[in-house]
């Protein structure tokens, strides 16, 4: 009789620690906020027509227009972008150009917009400066403050599109392809470095 109840109370015991042990597990997988959740992959998207219509209202352009550059990198990316930023910068070079810019980054579900400031250094043949709008597509954004970092080159060459320069910067996994248009689009400066920062940065680098 007594062996039998020292056997009932050491089940009893290990069940017990085991529970306390799962219940210590889901405590601490909660209050880690490093803990991934499925939605840190996903945000939503936005349409070509969302975005046709914000451009055009923040360019000051014609849908027709900015629909084509639209187009064209809903074709090269095969993906919808999950933010955009509107806004404007001036740049100048002589052979080694600077860029500085200003604006608010735009997520559906975000309750406002995002002030965000870029700024960078470029390499091209281009001498002069402008003053442009921009209008930017943002692909693998699915949180706001993941758009604060160093975008190191851009890729590809600047085209244009309807009147309207496109390029694209890359940095882990985030895409951004900014649509710009204004006085002399200084397509010869697509190489370099473009830092994106909460606050304005007086040296580009």
Not at 28 to 46: E, F, K, N, V
Not at 58 to 70: D, M, Y
Not at 99 to 127: C, N, P, T
């Amino acid at each position: 009789m007594h062996r039998r109840q020292m056997i009932l109370s050491g089940l009893a015991a290990t069940a017990g620690a085991a529970g306390l042990s799962a219940c210590a597990t889901t405590g601490q997988q909660q209050s880690d906020p490093a803990y991934p959740i499925a939605s840190d992959g996903q945000a939503p998207t936005y349409t070509a027509d969302e975005l046709v219509a914000a451009g055009s209202r923040e360019l000051g352009i014609a849908a027709e227009a900015i629909g084509a550059a639209i187009e064209r990198i809903f074709a090269e990316q095969g993906d919808r972008p999950t933010a955009y930023i509107a806004g404007e910068e001036a740049s100048g070079a002589m052979a080694v150009g600077a860029r500085y810019g200003r604006g608010a980054l735009h997520m559906k579900d975000l309750s406002a917009s995002q002030e965000v400031f870029w700024q960078g250094i470029s390499i091209g043949w281009d001498v002069g400066g402008n003053a442009s709008r921009v209008f930017t597509l943002v692909y693998g954004l699915y949180h706001p403050d993941m758009i604060y970092r160093r975008y190191p080159g851009v890729e590809g060459t600047a085209y244009l599109v309807g009147g309207l320069g496109v390029n694209y910067q890359r940095a882990d996994g985030i895409i951004l392809a900014p649509i710009r248009t204004g006085v002399g689009l200084r397509l010869g400066a697509n190489v370099g470095t473009m830092a994106y920062s909460r606050q304005r940065n007086l040296l580009p680098f």
